[in-house]
């Protein structure tokens, strides 16, 4: 069963209930990082928010999106919801003592594990976003707003201050970019969005009777999954401040979660929000590194 929801429109991203206490929160953050890093790169990602947001929004072919039916809606969203607590707790256990990590590693917990679980309860592939419903126009989509990277791109290479070296080296950009395509593709890509869209984002999008809200509780809640990165990990620069980490993952974790929120609200096609997730990733990982090689 689908449960009848507000659909998303550009006001309710910006005015309703849901939406201001999470752009509250988000400025509240991106003044915390002004203290720490004045060129914070959250004040462009806010900058950017609209062209991605405005873009998705305008394609109105892929408003009508029919939710996915869930059998169980209040079982499932409370189980879901510990699972991850649970999974964060264990999360912080492992990076507390220095033990390996890889992104591929989340294919058990985010992929594997729920995924079995819910096949298992009665759920088949298109539960899952996985199907040929709104694939080319969500394709189309998702590549459309991948341009709103490019400022993105440009801004960090300038904070860098390595433009020039990325001119220089844009033939080892285009070598390196199909490769960290495929590593972003099979670590954070697909386990992400599977878990944190197709699993978490319906469910709560539903029990809310809201898509905004669904999409801004599963941002807060994607953001904060990279927090115990951030703050533990010595090749992150906010690592060891608590308050530069979290202003971080508020400011652009969670914010480039409700873009690709859009997307799956929009489309329910897992490959879309896997596509840019993907792209974005793979682009800014070449470009720093054939800017600063």
Known sequence: MVRKMSKITLKSLLTSRYAIVFWTVYFFFLGIGFIFDKTVSGIIGSLLFLIPVLTALLVKKELSAIGIPIKNLQLESVLFSLYYIGYMIFLVFWLTHEMPFSDVLNWTPFVIMPGIGLWCYGYRWSSF?????????????????????????????????????????IGYFLLILPFAFVQAFSGPAVTEEFFFRAVLLERIAQLMKSEAGGIVVTAILNGVYHLPFAYFLPSWPTHGNFMWAISVVVTEQALGAIKKGIIWIKTRNLASTILIHALHDALLFSALQAALR
């Not at 969500?138 to 990325?166: A, E, K, M």
Request: aromatic residues 12%.
């Open 129 to 169: 976003g996985i199907s040929t419903q709104n694939l080319r126009s969500g394709t189309t989509l998702s590549l459309i707003v991948t341009f709103s990277l490019v400022p993105l791109l440009l801004f960090t290479l300038h904070y860098f201050n390595c433009i020039q070296g990325f001119i220089s080296n």
